[in-house]
């Protein structure tokens, strides 16, 4: 038996953090972001996503 699971309209956005906990000065973390439907389903996207930084004294670097 197979089945194709196809994604719905992109509903929202899932913000993960890699670790846990505070993050020590001069360290940095991972983030990932996933553009997912009302079902979780990780919807395809060719949508920009930007991170800003609002407060503190750290900073947000684009990682390649």
Known sequence: V???VTAGTATHLAITA???GNV???STRDLTV???D???NVVN???AIH???TAGSG???RRR
């Open 2 to 4: 197979s089945f194709t």
């Open 59 to 61: 900073s947000v670097r």
């Open 45 to 47: 996207s060719s949508a």
């Open 18 to 20: 890699g670790g846990g």
């Open 34 to 36: 996933e553009v997912r």
């Open 24 to 26: 020590a000065s001069g």
């Open 38 to 40: 009302a079902a979780e």
């Open 51 to 53: 991170f800003a930084q």
